[in-house]
C-alpha cells in the first residue's frame, strides 16, 4: 500500500464531510495522508448548510411556539427577538465544531494543509507554490451556489452570507422552490420577516412527491409566507429604501435582501482539471466508478461533487466506503436507492424511497395510503396547522416502497422509519407493528384502507 515515490499515499482536496470521513478512515487505516483546505474545516455542512441552518431552524421555531403557548395557560407579552445573538452564538458554536473536525484529522494522523490546491502534474498536486505528491488524489470539494445571470443579480446573497448579515432583513425575497429556498423561507418567516419565495414552475419542491409538495405549500402559506408560482426575478435594483425587484407580470417587490438559493454546481473552478482526462456527467458533475475513480487513474472524487443526492451522510457513507476500498478490506459503494431525506421547512417534510409518480413507472400496480390530520399540540393551540402521512406499496410485493410526510420532526420519525424501508418492510409488516400512543408517527402503522 505504501509507496515511498510519493509524499503522501492520499491527498484529499477538501475538508468537508465526505474529505474528511475519507481521510481519517484511511489513516486509521495506515495510510499516509494529507488534506488540504483553503477555507473552513467541515465544509459547507458546518460552516454553511446543515448545522447553522438548524440552529436558525430551532430559533425561528420559538417564535410560533410562544403563540401556540397561550393556548395552554401561558403569557408572553414582550417577546422580542434579537438577530446578532442568534447570528453570533452560531458564530461560536461553528468555530467549536471546526476545531473538533480540525482533532479529528490530527488524532487519526492525517496532516492539514492550509492552501489552495491546484493539479500540476500525474500525482502532483501545487498548494500555493508548494508541490505535494501522491499516489492517489481524491477531489472532495463539494458544490457552490450557483446564480442566474440575471439584471441586477450581484446584489442577490447566497446561502454563503445569509448566516452571517449584518442586518436583520424585514423583508426578505427568497428566490427558488428545493430545499434551501424553502427551509430559509420558513426560517425568516419565523424570526419575524416579511418573506416572499418565488418558484419558476407550477409547483415547487421538484422531486418530491407531489402530494407531499401541494400540502407543504398550503401549509406555508398559512405560517404567512408569501409563496408564488410561476415567478421569477427579472431585475434587482438598489433603490432609496432597500431592494427593488421586478417580477415581470407579477408587478414589483421592495425588499431589503434577496437570497437566490437556486440550485449548487461543482466547486471546481481554480483545480486545472483541464490537465486531466476526467469525464463529467451529463449535469457536468466528475464521473466516477464504483470505486470513485475518475477516468485518470491516480485521480478520484466522492461528495457532492459526483452528482448523486447532495447530502451530508451519502458524502460520510461514500468517504467511508472509499477508504476501506483502497486502504481496508474492500466496500460496496453506498446503496443509493433509499436514501432517507429531510427539508427542514415549517413544517418539516421527510421522505424515504419513491414517490406516487416514480412508484408507478417503476412497479406498476401500486396501493397508496394516506392520513391527513391535526396534529394534537394544536387542539389547544388553535393553531390550523396539519399533518400528511403516505405510503406507496408495490402490490405484487406488498412491499413499502415509498415513505413520506410533512409534518413537525418528520426527519426525525422518518429517519426510524427508513431502517424498515431498507429492510425491505412490507405492508404486513407495517400493520402488525403496534403503534405509539398518542404520538404522529403510528398513523405509519395504523393506516388499513388503501386511497389509491
Ligand atoms: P435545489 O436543486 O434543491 O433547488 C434549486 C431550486 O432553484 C429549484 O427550485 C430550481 O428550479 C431553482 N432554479 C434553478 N435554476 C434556476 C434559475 N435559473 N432561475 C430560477 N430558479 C432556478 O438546490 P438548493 O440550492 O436548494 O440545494 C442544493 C442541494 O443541497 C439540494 O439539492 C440538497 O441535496 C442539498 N441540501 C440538503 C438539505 C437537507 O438535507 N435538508 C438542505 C439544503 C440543501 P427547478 O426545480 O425548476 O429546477
Known sequence: MKNSCFDYDLLVIGAGSGGVRAARTAASLGARVAVVEDRYMGGTCVNVGCVPKKLYVYASEYGKGFTDAAGFGWSTENVQFDWPTLRDNKKTEISRLNRIYERLLDNAGATIIHGRARLHDSNVVDVDGQQVSAEKVL????????IPPFTGHEHALSSNEIFDLDDFPDRLLVIG????????????????????????????????????????????????????????????EPSSDGLLVTLGNQGNLKVDAVLAATGRRPNIEGLNLEITDIQYTKNGFIAVDKCFQTAEPWLYALGDLIGGPQLTPVALAQGTAFAHQ???????????????????????????????????????????????????????????????????????????????????????????MAVAIQMGATKADFDRTIGIH???????????????
Open 139 to 146: 477531489l472532495a470539494t463539494g458544490t457552490w451556489p450557483f
Open 177 to 236: 422552490g428545493g430545499y434551501i429556498a424553502t427551509e430559509f423561507a420558513g426560517i425568516f418567516n419565523g424570526l419575524g420577516s416579511r418573506v416572499t419565495q418565488l418558484y419558476r414552475g407550477d409547483l415547487f419542491m421538484r422531486g418530491f412527491d407531489s402530494d407531499i409538495r401541494a400540502f407543504l405549500a398550503a401549509e406555508m402559506l398559512k405560517t404567512g409566507v408569501d409563496l408564488r408560482f410561476n415567478a421569477n426575478p427579472q431585475s434587482i
Open 326 to 416: 483502497h486502504y481496508g478490506q474492500g466496500s460496496q459503494a453506498p446503496d443509493l436507492e433509499y436514501v432517507p431525506t429531510a427539508v427542514f421547512s415549517q413544517p418539516n417534510v421527510g421522505t424515504v424511497g419513491h414517490t406516487e409518480e416514480t412508484a408507478r413507472k417503476m412497479f406498476g400496480d401500486v396501493s397508496i395510503f394516506k392520513s391527513e390530520f391535526k396534529p394534537m399540540k394544536h387542539t389547544l393551540s388553535g393553531k390550523d396547522e396539519r399533518s400528511l402521512m403516505k405510503l406507496i406499496v408495490d402490490a405484487s410485493t406488498n412491499r413499502v416502497v415509498g415513505l413520506h410526510m410533512v409534518g413537525p420532526d418528520a426527519g426525525e420519525i422518518v429517519q426510524g
Open 438 to 452: 398518542p404520538t404522529a408517527a403510528e398513523e405509519f402503522v395504523t393506516m388499513r384502507e388503501p386511497v389509491g
